[in-house]
């Protein structure tokens, strides 16, 4: 049996509004969900590497199962990151995926990647979880540079759901993305960022994916 795991998006957590309405309907098809806390009590000092981590020590738990992960903005991007190495990852389910993390931060930032070590080690952004600006270091764009080089051609099951009106990630990263790689489905739809407005709709497009490629029960169902 598949294991899922859900991934939330930057300055968010496990009990965000999409995580929760996943893991209401996971819960009805009778299917695990597991949704860690990316930024594990520590958002200040979050990094790309112990996010991955701590998604790759959930995967190590069960070295004989099958997983799919399922990701939202910057989770996508952990999540496509992490299965271009793990082998037991057999598809992605991916919502406004940040891809091109690093440059679109240096561009918001107006700063340049290749100088970071004469930038504030300290900026403040907002968190809708506290609903607050918070200190974030800025190791997490030093560290975001490392994994750049990683090419993210594994050829497995990707589909993306991507808002037309989305003004964090712009969805022609996503068109660019899906255009390269012809084994991953894009959907626009008309929303923003969030994708709130049609979040039923979603969860159950990502229901339908996994059935399609044999990862969900056919009887499996909302």
Not at 39 to 56: A, C, P, R, Y
Not at 58 to 84: N, Q, R
Not at 100 to 125: H, Q
Not at 184 to 194: F, M, R, V
């Amino acid at each position: 049996m598949t294991e899922f795991i859900y991934l939330h998006g930057f300055a968010s957590g496990p009990s965000s509004k999409k995580a929760c309405v996943f893991k209401s309907h996971f819960e009805k098809a009778r299917l695990s969900l597991t949704i860690p806390d990316l930024q594990q009590g520590d958002f200040e000092n979050l990094t790309l590497t112990k996010q991955i981590s701590l998604v790759q020590a959930i995967l190590d738990k069960k070295p004989d199962a099958d997983f799919a992960l399922i990701g939202s903005s910057m989770g996508a991007y952990i999540a496509t990151l992490v299965a271009e190495t793990r082998k037991e990852i057999k598809a992605l389910y991916l919502m406004a995926p940040g891809f091109n993390f690093l440059n679109r931060w240096m561009e918001n930032l107006g700063w340049d990647k290749n100088c970071l070590a004469g930038t504030p080690d300290l900026i403040r952004v907002f968190h809708y979880s506290y609903n607050a600006d918070v200190n974030l270091k800025t190791g997490l764009f030093r560290d975001a540079a490392n994994w750049e080089s990683l090419t993210l051609t594994r050829n497995i099951p990707i589909r993306i759901v991507h808002g037309l009106h989305d003004e964090t990630v712009n969805i022609q990263e996503s068109r660019d993305f899906a255009t390269l790689r012809p084994w991953c489905q894009l959907k626009e739809l008309d929303s923003d960022h969030g994708l709130l407005s049609h979040i039923d709709w979603i969860v159950e497009d990502c229901m339908k994916f996994f059935r399609s490629i044999s990862l969900v029960n056919g009887k499996s169902s909302f």
